[in-house]
């Protein structure tokens, strides 16, 4: 199993330019996120999804667009980049259930925005 | 609003113990994690509080006080793969995750 996968892994964009970041799951689990990681700060949600064709707001939604047509995938978009979406970018997943699901973290995309 | 603190950093000797604290105010509690990030990798799952008292797994340990808003989480034998940053986390009422900014632990031989 290659568990949770992100493409790509780093990305620099200029000012107003869009892209795809993809996240890949292979553990059949109902629930994705989409977090950005900041220095000095706690990982903060920015979309997740509760199965496929669901998507819902996070913490710090603005700016961003996700949609999970596949139950595996879950694409997080930036329509027009700002240098403040400079950041780690770090997909999850975790199962269903209301017991302790830990979430699984895919490796992160690092992105610079000029 | 809701809140995690935990120390920014701390700094322990190889081969010793050492306590990292999280303190948290949320909406709601439905368990604390704690998760372990080496620099430059993702978050991997270390334990998982939701009544109180103390979790024991190996060389760490997690203990959680609901009524004080507290957990701990212990490293004994400290390794210098230890060295990393130890993020708390707490599910909300909501299910939602809320994150600490983590502690950075610096282990020195």
């Known amino acids: 199993n290659a568990g949770v996968t992100q493409t790509p892994k780093f990305r620099v964009l200029k000012t107003g330019q869009s892209m795809t970041l993809l996240c890949a799951q292979d553990?059949?689990?109902?629930?994705m996120y989409w977090y950005r990681q900041d220095p000095g700060m706690g990982l903060r949600l920015i979309h997740y999804?509760?199965?496929?064709?669901?998507?819902a707001k996070g913490e710090v939604p603005d700016g961003y667009n996700v949609s999970r047509l596949k139950k595996q995938n879950f694409l997080l978009g930036l329509e027009s980049a700002a240098p403040s979406q400079t950041s780690v970018y770090f997909c999850a997943s975790s199962p269903l259930g209301d017991s302790y699901n830990e979430q699984f973290f895919g490796p992160g995309t690092r992105l610079t925005v000029l | 609003g809701q809140n995690i603190d935990q120390p920014t950093e701390m700094t322990a000797t190889e081969g010793a113990i050492v306590q990292i604290n999280c303190t948290y105010q949320?909406?709601?509690?439905?368990?604390l994690f704690w998760y372990q990030q080496h620099a430059g990798e993702a978050p991997t799952f270390l334990s998982y509080?939701?009544l109180d008292g103390l979790e024991e797994k190996g060389r760490f340990s997690s203990f959680l006080s609901r009524s004080k808003g507290y957990s701990y989480l212990l490293l004994k034998e400290l390794q210098m793969k230890d060295s990393a940053s130890y993020l708390c986390a707490v599910r909300d009422r909501n299910y939602q995750l809320i994150w600490g900014a983590g502690t950075k632990l610096i282990i020195k031989p």
């Open positions: 553990m059949n689990h109902e629930y």
């Open positions: 509080n939701v």
């Open positions: 999804s509760v199965g496929e064709g669901t998507t």
């Open positions: 949320t909406s709601g509690f439905n368990g």
